[in-house]
């Protein structure tokens, strides 16, 4: 799973369906929120590559790329060709911002060559930790013809990035309103600050998020002694987290922390909305008894049930 990363991470900068290659309006882009438009990335060992266990799901599909790492491109190659996949296939260490901004013409080219293409630059998200927020806000903005550029992310914080994508939700909402509305183009000037900060006291925008964690009990049995002392807590938001074709090559807990990450980012881009990751749940706090009094028929009598409070992992 962990050597799947670098190509997971990728696929989710590709297109996830035609609307993202074309110009869409506002309140359809806001009224997508409501559904579930998210990456169909097939993760599969390459021996199970073939037609007899793809063929009758991929009659569903529109097979577009294979990503895989190089020492399988040999054979990836000539499977994903036998299956119809209509792009060529990747190896990781060609994925660049060249081949992101490649594989966006090549799709759009092939399935709708004659709608005209979005404007607005594509490139890899480097900053890991922030991807669940930056990620869908840099896909919203490309749409909305707003600059797209990942504005010094690398020195960026959380609140920072959590501001921008917020803003970003905000001007959507609000320019979905006035289209709705009917607005005409005059009125829409006239009213838009107004809606904005109307639309900023009522905002609702799916959220994702990610709340990393381990049980002492779990981790006791599941894990030797060594293993356990390697292991940490790791913030939130760490400028280390970085994108890169070696990812998968990093400490344990980095590479699970970048699988947390993918999964939460995943969820924020199938709703067009928000992600978070929360700082890791601290050991004690699968260990802190919840207190709760229950009344017995008798009022003179009652007991005190301890129940240990589990976090969600």
Request: hydrophobic share 40%; aromatic share 6%.
């Amino acid at each position: 799973m962990a050597t799947a990363l670098p190509g997971l991470w990728y696929c989710l900068h590709l297109p996830a369906s035609l609307w993202d290659l074309v110009d869409v309006d506002a309140w359809k882009l806001k009224a997508a929120q409501s559904l579930r438009l998210d990456h169909n990335i097939l993760l599969l060992p390459i021996d199970m590559f073939d037609e007899d266990l793809l063929g009758r799901h991929l009659q569903h599909h529109h097979p577009v790329v294979t990503i895989c790492p190089d020492e399988l491109l040999d054979e990836a190659r000539l499977r994903a060709s036998a299956l119809g996949f209509v792009l060529p296939t990747t190896p990781y260490s060609q994925l660049s911002n060249g081949t992101l901004t490649a594989h966006w013409n090549a799709i759009h080219e092939h399935f709708i060559p004659d709608l005209p293409a979005l404007t607005g630059d594509v490139s890899l998200t480097r900053r890991l930790d922030l991807a669940p927020l930056t990620l869908p806000h840099r896909r919203l903005a490309r749409q909305m013809g707003w600059p797209t550029a990942e504005l010094a992310v690398q020195n960026m914080s959380m609140s920072g990035a959590f501001t921008q994508a917020l803003r970003g939700q905000t001007r959507l909402a609000a320019i979905a309103r006035l289209e709705r509305e009917g607005a005409s183009p005059s009125e829409a000037d006239r009213r838009y600050r107004q809606t904005v900060r109307d639309e900023a006291d009522r905002l609702r925008v799916p959220v994702a998020l990610g709340l990393p964690g381990t049980a002492p009990a779990y981790a006791r049995n599941a894990y030797d002694g060594e293993l356990r002392r390697r292991t940490g807590l790791p913030p939130a938001v760490s400028p280390d987290d970085t994108w890169s074709v070696t990812l998968h090559e990093r400490p344990d807990y980095m590479v699970e922390r970048a699988a947390i990450e993918f999964a939460v980012t995943h969820e924020a881009l199938a709703s067009s909305g928000l992600g978070l990751m929360l700082p890791t749940v601290p050991p004690d706090a699968y260990r802190h008894p919840c207190r709760t009094r229950t009344a017995l028929p008798h009022p003179t009598q009652q007991r005190c049930r301890e129940t240990p409070a589990r976090p969600a992992q």
